[in-house]
């Protein structure tokens, strides 16, 4: 078991290392040189690192907004968050989900070589958080020991597999081309502000295209376009959460001050997060021919939804703003309808809706992409709450899963295990 712990916790659940992996097996089934081999290995590694690091820069400045925030505006309700729930749920279930997600990626291997849905899932830490709340799920519902692992494996391998199948229509017209997928446990979302778009927008008018006057011409650059939005954002939030509090949380620096900070830092990370992604893509398609050729032929690896922000960098912004904006209007339905208040999460808010927004862009445009992610935000509202009654005891804790796919497999598996236990 410590070997499999070793393996789950401290090589494939680590996303750099995973696909590092990937690329190193590519690049060998290729007959490359040793040199090519350690270059392209090092660099996919080099690329998920720096993809990493600008996400844990746009995560710390997300948290200083999510507690200005909740402070100013006094809400107190659930926040969905893997993280959280994972770091709750191993303590009960890591046995089990470590062989879950070890035989999960084999069912997937297999079903790629023997069906014509030929995706490679790559998201290692996607893996694992799916993983452990299937084995929450089905222990929930009265299963244990194998047959547990048993169906737990062959329901993460499909899953693996279903999702990038669902989401590569559009991926080809986001990417423009066949060989890279889409792997992120926040597909249903995506594929629905894909289709909204498709009825509500209009391709031709891509986000990436939009006519600014010339007093507003630097908002054309990216960065600058970000850290000035979410300047004025940072700025409301500090001021209703008031200075004393501000200067609090920041160590003494003024408020106004901390708040420009924090905004630029996001941007920053934005950055950080789109240069990575670039040198993944530069480096894992090309080592992933060799899988593709001796393992699977045709196989697609499926990445991590930032793999899709160099396409609309326009579009991910107007999508966090928009999923953003839908999750306090569900927040506050929720109180209307007196039920588990969901508070927005900015971390899924972002990543998810601005994945979002890039869906709803490649289909309908700037329109899509604001109605898109809208419609995403009021999904990941609404899946938490109708997940948490069939986490079992986890469904107490004061967080839940966030990504749209945890909610709709959750939601399916658990009233599926209804049926059965009594």
């Excluded at 244990?144 to 597999?161: D, N, P």
């Excluded at 579009?315 to 588990?340: E, Q, R, W």
């Amino acid at each position: 078991m410590n070997f499999f712990k070793f393996l789950m916790y401290d090589v494939l659940s680590v996303p750099a290392v995973l696909v590092g992996l990937v690329a190193l097996i590519g690049l060998l089934a290729q007959k490359k040189s040793s040199t090519d081999c350690l270059k392209g290995t090092i660099k996919t590694i080099m690329g998920f690192i720096i993809l990493g690091a600008g996400a844990g820069v746009v995560v710390g400045s997300l948290g200083h907004f999510a507690n200005m925030f909740q402070h100013g505006f006094g809400i107190n309700g659930i926040v969905p968050n893997n993280e959280a729930i994972v770091s709750i749920a191993q303590k009960t279930f890591g046995k089990e989900m470590a062989l879950i997600m070890f035989f999960g990626m084999i069912v997937n291997i297999i079903i790629a070589r023997f069906t014509k849905w030929k995706y490679i899932f790559l998201t290692g830490h996607h893996t694992l958080y799916m993983g452990i709340m299937i084995a929450a799920i089905l222990a929930a519902g009265g299963m244990t020991g194998v047959s547990l692992v048993a169906v737990g494996s062959i329901i993460l391998g499909l899953v693996m597999v279903v999702f990038p199948a669902m989401a590569q229509k559009f991926m080809v017209e986001i990417t423009g081309v066949e060989d890279v997928a889409f792997g992120h446990f926040g597909t249903v979302g995506y594929v629905l502000a894909g289709y909204v778009g498709k009825w509500f927008g209009n391709k031709e008018e891509s986000t990436e295209e939009m006519t600014l006057p010339n007093s507003l011409s630097f908002l054309r650059d990216t960065p600058v376009a970000i850290a000035t939005t979410m300047a004025l954002i940072f700025l409301i939030s500090s001021i209703v959460a008031g200075k004393s509090y501000v200067e609090e949380i920041s160590g003494g620096q003024h408020f106004i001050v901390f708040a420009l900070i924090q905004a630029i830092t996001f941007a920053g990370g934005v950055f950080v997060i789109l240069q990575g992604v670039r040198m993944i893509l530069a480096e894992i398609i090309p080592a992933f021919k060799g899988i593709a050729e001796k393992l699977v032929p045709d196989a697609k690896p499926a990445l991590d939804c930032p793999v899709v922000f160099p396409y609309a960098p326009t579009a991910v912004l107007i999508g966090f703003l928009s999923s953003f904006a839908a999750g306090i209007v569900g927040m506050f339905l929720c109180m209307a309808f007196n039920l588990p208040v969901i508070i927005p999460g900015v971390v899924p808010h972002f990543f998810c809706g601005a994945t979002a927004g890039v869906f709803g862009n490649a289909t309908g445009g700037k329109r899509g992409a604001i109605i898109g992610a809208f419609a995403h935000g009021l999904l990941i509202t609404i899946l938490p709450i109708l997940l948490m009654p069939v986490l079992g005891d986890l469904g107490y804790a004061n967080t839940t899963f966030s990504d749209t796919d945890f909610g709709v497999v959750g939601i399916l598996l658990g009233n599926v295990l209804r049926l059965f236990v009594h």
